[in-house]
């Protein structure tokens, strides 16, 4: 998914792979600026199970500086052949400190009710804040069976954003 809002459009990833988990993709070329980077940094990894940085030769000893540890760091440069080419710098580890509530967050109200309904969880959210439901999501449910159930959701979505290029790869 094509610029992947998270906590409620506090930050959107440029790319996310949504399968087994969810593999976030920043994207710096050159021409950007890294002044966004720390709240984006923040942001993504209270969500994201992998995350992956990928810049220009310009920013890459800045990145490998800034982003955490867990954090992959790939470089995109122009090959021999006039082709896009990256290279890998850092792998991609898996992230330590996910956020439970932002986790939650990623649920529209109605797939977060439908995840309370099905274990008997929604009396008395069904028409509270969506603060309220998500903090009840996180009560009834583990993180990570919290982050299944997201993801079944999100893999479930047909109408995401219509200005937003979607790709399926078989699953």
């Not at 992947?4 to 459009?9: A, E, Q, R």
């Not at 942001?43 to 992959?72: C, K, N, Q």
């Not at 790939?74 to 290279?87: E, G, P, Y």
């Amino acid at each position: 998914v094509g610029e992947f809002s998270v906590i409620h459009g506090a930050a959107r990833v440029d790319i996310a792979v949504i399968n087994g988990s969810i593999h976030g993709y920043e994207l710096k070329s050159d021409l950007d600026t890294l002044y966004r980077l720390p709240s984006q940094m923040e942001a993504f990894s209270s969500v994201m199970d992998y995350m992956t940085i990928v810049v220009g030769r310009h920013h890459l000893l800045e990145a490998i500086r800034i982003v955490p540890e867990w954090w992959g760091v790939s470089i995109a440069k122009i090959d021999s052949h006039n082709s896009l080419d990256f290279c890998e710098i850092r792998a991609t580890e898996e992230n330590p400190h996910r956020d439970s509530i932002a986790v939650a967050q990623l649920l529209w109200r109605g797939e977060a009710i439908s995840i309370l309904e099905n274990r008997e969880q929604a009396r008395g959210v069904r028409s509270k804040p969506r603060k309220n439901i998500y903090e009840r999501l996180i009560s009834v449910l583990d993180q990570e069976t919290l982050r299944a159930e997201v993801r079944k959701c999100l893999l479930a979505r047909t109408n995401w954003r219509p200005d937003l290029l979607q790709v399926s790869y078989g699953g």
